[in-house]
Nanobody, 123 residues
């Protein structure tokens, strides 16, 4: 079992930045690929970014490329999502997720989820 706890969400103006954190605990968090998903009201939960076990390889949704950066600290068992140039359409609940080994982009491929943190971007 892996437990995930997100933090860092909040209200920000368009063009601003936020840094989300996801603290992992439990069974060897460093053996899990980590990802961020988001879910806006009335929409499906969608993949935003993922990072492999070592942190050397990452993958992004088109909407996140060039604005968001995912990283991980395996000593502190924490994953980060640095979000810059935020837009109102980024408003959503952001979820941290974990799965063994490789990053995948489907929600159904992830075994463990955090409770989510709200990000609201005002225009």
């Amino acid at each position: 079992q892996v437990q995930l706890v997100e933090s860092g969400g909040g209200l920000v103006q368009a063009g601003g930045s936020l840094r989300l954190s996801c603290a992992a605990s439990g069974r060897t968090p460093s053996m899990y690929a980590m990802a961020w998903f988001r879910q806006a009201p009335g929409k499906e939960r969608e993949f935003v970014a993922g990072v492999n076990l070592s942190g050397a390889t990452s993958e992004y949704a088109d909407s996140a490329k060039g604005r968001f950066t995912i990283s991980r600290d395996n000593v502190k068992n924490t994953v980060f999502l640095q979000m810059n140039s935020l837009k109102p359409e980024d408003t959503a609940v952001f979820f941290c997720a974990a799965r063994p080994f490789a990053v995948l982009t489907r929600r159904a491929d992830y075994n463990y989820w955090g409770q989510g943190t709200q990000v609201t971007v005002s225009s």
